[in-house]
């Protein structure tokens, strides 16, 4: 990579705020239903129709602002952006302009450095095409989700710091439980500016906008790409164009969508539909109150307690729920060690099979505890532990019943195991003669025999012990 220059990003976010009802109607925000069942006058802009501002959208959007590090202006009001595309009746969105909801805050990434955060306004979420062979359908139904757009300041310097930006605002706002954030399902999405200068510079570059990543792996792997096309372009004497491009992902290339000359000019003038709006302090005290532990401080405390690593970490607090479960069987387990290896080994092995992951597990705190104690105290086994927890994973069956049920529990005593090891040690001479040669693969296959003789019970420890002092004898 050419180091004589730099490289400046800035982000737009989309994120759909989740509430039951439109923004600006009583229409359902239900995702996936049969086209155009979600939809009234109000959102298929039937004329003389007037729209009514949903205050729980205004709870949503403050309580973001305000973990955002915005100010909140006292009073806001809503502007109307004019332009015309089939899947907006209205030929105009209700979107903030002049007086955003939230203005000048910052958002944290892990490396601690504050990427500015411009703006955070409300607006309206334009309908669907679906295009088939030779003519479109539209679908309101997405007509008036109420959208909060995120606009960063040009603060990220590459696009692996878009990457992580993009993650700690998801999971931000998964924490303040504002958006389910699910990309495929379009609840966020991202658009990029990325510009190209001299290091040094003051001025920024021209500036390009990127298009149509649908993953955070999309928009970095697109500003790495326009990164080395704009850095190619410099050095070799081009030009940048003002421009939006559009991601390819099959091509892995971004491709000119509009120049400059075709850009909108929207027109925007205040909503002659809605009144302004105040924001009391009352409204910013009372979503105070739902902001939890944010992401970055339980990493940080984390790290200092529980002797994880990094990437441990970073997969238990993915997911605040989860993060949550595991401090809770953390502080009843005996052994804090097994437990945590339990945690981020079977257990989540476990539950990456489940169709909605964590949120299907219905297993309680205390039944969690009782199979791992179980297991450290030579109980069940490895195996047996496992099952017991796949069948208590998603219906909380007490471990004892199953363990019952299946008659689980571990043959440590030497008496048990005794007549099965002499009968392994008889019937696998070879595996016994390559063992005494130094082969310790051939001692993990007796050990199995053991395990299969037994059907999965035997404690391997025991086991083990056992066949080598028959066979050393
Ligand atoms: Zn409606």
Known sequence: MNNEFETVIGLEVHVQLKTKSKIFCACSTEFACAPNTNICPICSAYPGVLPLFNKKVLELAVRTAVVLNCSVNDRIYFERKNYFYPDLPKAYQISQYKKPLGENGWLEISSGKKIGITRAHLEEDAGKLVHKQGYSLVDLNRTGIPLLEIVSEPDISDPQEAFDYLTYLKLILQYIEVSDCDMEKGFLRCDANISTRKKGEKQLGVKVELKNMNSFRGVRDALFYEEKRQREVLSSGGKIFQETRLWDVDKSKTIVMRTKEEAHDYRYFPEPDLLDFYVHNELIDAQLEFIPELPLSA???????????????????????????????????????????????????????????????????????????????????????????????????????????????????????????????????????????????????????????????????????????????
């Open 299 to 473: 990493r940080s405390r984390l790290l200092g307690d529980y002797g994880l690593s990094e990437k441990d970490i970073d997969v238990l607090i993915a997911n605040k729920s989860m993060l949550r479960f595991y401090e809770d069987v953390y502080n009843k387990a005996d052994d804090k060690r097994k437990l945590t290896n339990w945690f981020l080994g079977p257990f989540l092995e476990q539950i990456n099979n489940l169709p909605k992951g964590f949120s299907d597990v219905t297993i309680s705190v205390d039944n969690f505890v009782k199979i791992v104690n179980y297991f450290c105290a030579g109980k069940i086994n490895n195996v047996a532990a496992k099952k017991v927890l796949s069948e208590s994973l998603t219906t909380d069956k007490d471990p004892d019943e199953i363990i019952k049920e299946k008659n689980l529990l571990q043959i440590s005593g030497t008496n048990e195991l005794e007549c099965v090891v002499d009968r392994v040690i008889s019937e696998n001479s070879a595996a016994v003669g390559e063992y005494l040669n130094g082969a310790d693969k051939a001692m993990q296959f007796l050990i199995g025999q053991v395990m299969k003789e037994t059907k999965g019970k035997a404690n391997p420890q025991v086991s083990r012990a056992l066949i080598e002092e028959k066979i050393k004898k």
